[in-house]
């Protein structure tokens, strides 16, 4: 199992995930990508997320994704 960083009693805070981190976005309890974060925005609504192949997607926080990610 892998640990998580946000807090049990807290959903996880797109505004907590840093570049670099892997992270699988999943939606309506299906992960539909995963990859490690290559860039954000400031106000961290705005993640991309590239796959070990080299794909990158933008995922906004108001697509209904659920971003978890593991300890670095």
Known sequence: MTSQKQNA????GWDDVQVG???QLSRNGR??????VDDRTAAGDIV????NL???????V???FHLSWSVR
């Open 9 to 12: 009693s807290s959903p996880p």
């Open 31 to 36: 992960i539909e990508y995963t990859g490690k």
């Open 48 to 51: 991309w997320v590239k796959t």
């Open 62 to 64: 108001a697509d209904g």
């Open 21 to 23: 981190d892997a992270v």
């Open 54 to 60: 080299g794909r990158r997607r933008l995922f906004h």
